[in-house]
Nanobody, 125 residues
Framework: QVQLVESGGGLVQAGGSLRLSCAAS????????MGWYRQAPGKQRELVAV???????NYTDSVKGRFIISRDNAKNTVYLQMNSLKSEDTAVYYC???????????????????WGQGTLVTVSS
C-alpha cells in the first residue's frame, strides 16, 4: 500500500529554520500535486504550499518569501524549507498528495487524497 511519511518537525526559536520532508512509500508510478497543510490549535487546517507534478508552486500569503516547497520525483518526496519562522507558524504540518498511481501486483491503482500522519512544528518567541 501507499503511505506518506513526514519527518523534520521540532522546536525552533523565532527567526530560525526547519526543513520538513515527506516521502511516499510503496510501488509508486507517479504522483500529481503534493503539498503541505497545517493546523494550529483551535484553528482549521489550511493549505500552506502546493507543488504540481510539473514543478509549479503556490503559497499561502502568510508564508510567501519565507517558505519554499520543492520535490524530488525520483524519490517521491516533497520538502518544505521554512525560514524566518514566527510563533504563528506553530502547528501540526501535514503532507498531502492529491493523486497517486501505484502498482498493486501487475495493475496500476489510483489513490486519491493521501495524507501523512502530521509532524509538529513549534516556534518559540
Amino acid at each position: 500500500q501507499v503511505q506518506l511519511v513526514e519527518s523534520g518537525g521540532g522546536l525552533v526559536q523565532a527567526g530560525g529554520s526547519l526543513r520538513l520532508s515527506c516521502a511516499a512509500s510503496g510501488s509508486i508510478f507517479s504522483i500529481n500535486a503534493m503539498g503541505w497543510y497545517r493546523q494550529a490549535p483551535g484553528k482549521q487546517r489550511e493549505l500552506v504550499a502546493v507543488i504540481t507534478g510539473g514543478g509549479n508552486t503556490n503559497y499561502t500569503d502568510s508564508v510567501k518569501g519565507r517558505f519554499i516547497i520543492s520535490r524530488d520525483n525520483a524519490k517521491n518526496t516533497v520538502y518544505l524549507q521554512m525560514n524566518s519562522l514566527k510563533s504563528e507558524d506553530t502547528a501540526v504540518y501535514y503532507c498531502y498528495a492529491d493523486h497517486i498511481l501505484y502498482y498493486s501486483g501487475d495493475y496500476l491503482r489510483n489513490k486519491f487524497d493521501s495524507w501523512g500522519q502530521g509532524t509538529l512544528v513549534t516556534v518559540s518567541s
